[in-house]
C-alpha cells in the first residue's frame, strides 16, 4: 500500500532497536520467539496509522514512534495466541510461533510480547494514561471480540443467534476497534482536540468492519495471486462469515436447505463446496449486497473525515489510505 510506504522502515527500524535492547536477550527460550515473530514482516498497518494520524495534526510523527510500536507489539500478540487457537501452521508465509517452537513456550512468548508493548508505551511520556486507558479497553473489546468469534463457530448455522449484527458485533471487536484505537492514539500524540481524536476512532471503526467484509468477499470471490491466500478457505472450513449469513436470510425452501446441507457436509470434495456454494450466494446475490455495505461503510468514515478540523491538505494520506482499501481487487 502506498499511503503507508514511508512508514514502514521507520517502524521496522524502531522494532529491530527495542527487541536488540540487553533487556530482551536471556533466556532465549523466551524472547527468540518474540523476535521471530515481530521481525516476520506484516504491512505494519496499525503503527502505520499511528504515525499517519500524528502526522495530520503535528506534521510530525516522530513523537509517536513509541506508541506505533507499542501498537504494532500488541498486535503480533494476539497474532501468536489466534493461530494457537486457529490450529494454524503458517503465519506470513513462515512456520508459526507455536509450530517452529510449542505450544507451551508460544503462549508464554505470547504474553512476554503483551508486556514488551507495555513497556513501549511507557516511552509515551505525558500521553501515557490517556493511552493506557485506549490500549487496555481496546485489549478487553479484542478478546471480547475473539470470544464473540469462538462462539459463533461453535453455534449451529441455524440457530436465531447467527444474525447478521452478531457478526457485525465480533468484527467490530475483533478487527476494528484495533484500527480505531491506533488512530485516535496517533491523533492524541499528535495534539488533536479530543473531539478530532474521537473523529479519527470512529473513521478507524468504519473502515475496520468494512476491511473485514471486504475478506470475506475476496476469500470467495478474489483472485489468489493477488489475495495472497487461497480462495474459498471460508467456505471449506464452514465459517459463519457476512456471505453465508446473508445467504441465509435471503434464500428460501430447498436452496436454503442445500446451502445448511453444504455447510456441514464432511463427504464432498472441496472443489465440489465451493462451486455449489458459490452457486447458491449468486443466487442469493450476496457478493452484491456485501459490497454495497461495504460501500455504506467506506461512505460513512468519509463523512467523518470531512467533519475533522483541519485543513485538507492535511487529511492527504488518510484518503489515500482509504482509497487503497476501497479499491482492493475483486
Given amino acids: 500500500m502506498k499511503s503507508i510506504e514511508g512508514y514502514q522502515d521507520v517502524i521496522n527500524q524502531a522494532i529491530e532497536e527495542r527487541i536488540n535492547r540487553r533487556d530482551f536477550q536471556e533466556p532465549t527460550g523466551l524472547y527468540d520467539p518474540c523476535k521471530y515473530i515481530l521481525q516476520n514482516g506484516g504491512k505494519r498497518v496499525r503503527a502505520s496509522l499511528v504515525l499517519m494520524a500524528s502526522k495530520m495534526f503535528s506534521n510530525s510523527y516522530m513523537q509517536a514512534i513509541p506508541v506505533a510500536i507499542a501498537f504494532e507489539t500488541f498486535h503480533n500478540f494476539t497474532l501468536i495466541h489466534d493461530d ?36 513501549f508505551f511507557e516511552e ?9 486507558n485506549l490500549l487496555n479497553t481496546t485489549a478487553l473489546e479484542v478478546c471480547e471480540g475473539q470470544q464473540y468469534d469462538i462462539d459463533l463457530e461453535l453455534t449451529h448455522v441455524q440457530s436465531p443467534e447467527v444474525t447478521m449484527p452478531a457478526y457485525i458485533k465480533m468484527i467490530e471487536l475483533k478487527t476494528s476497534v ?16 479530543a473531539a478530532d481524536a474521537d473523529k479519527l476512532y470512529e473513521v478507524g471503526r468504519n473502515i475496520g468492519i468494512a476491511f473485514q467484509l471486504q475478506d470475506d468477499v475476496l476469500d470467495s470471490y478474489g483472485n489468489e495471486a493477488t489475495f495472497g491466500k487461497r480462495i474459498g478457505g471460508d467456505i471449506s472450513e464452514n465459517k459463519k462469515t457476512c456471505l453465508l449469513i446473508s445467504a441465509l436470510n435471503t434464500l428460501q425452501g430447498a436452496d436454503r436447505n442445500a446451502l445448511v446441507q453444504l455447510v456441514s457436509d464432511t463427504t464432498i470434495s472441496e472443489k465440489d463446496k465451493l462451486e455449489q456454494v458459490r452457486a447458491l450466494y449468486n443466487k442469493a446475490q450476496v457478493k452484491e449486497t456485501t459490497l454495497e455495505q461495504i460501500k455504506d461503510y467506506f461512505s460513512k468514515a468519509s463523512t467523518i473525515v470531512d467533519a475533522i478540523s483541519i485543513p485538507d491538505s492535511q487529511k492527504t494520506e488518510l484518503r489515500l489510505f482509504m482509497n487503497e482499501l476501497i479499491n482492493r481487487i475483486y
Fill in 124 to 132: 509515551s511520556g505525558e500521553y501515557m494514561p490517556k493511552l493506557f
Fill in 178 to 193: 484495533l484500527l480505531a484505537a491506533c488512530l485516535k492514539a496517533g491523533a492524541i500524540v499528535g495534539g488533536a482536540s
Fill in 84 to 119: 494457537i487457537m486457529d490450529k494454524a501452521s503458517i503465519r506470513r508465509g513462515k512456520p508459526t510461533v507455536h509450530v517452529k517452537w510449542n505450544e507451551n513456550t508460544a503462549i508464554l512468548s505470547g504474553d512476554a510480547v503483551m508486556i514488551m508493548a507495555y513497556r
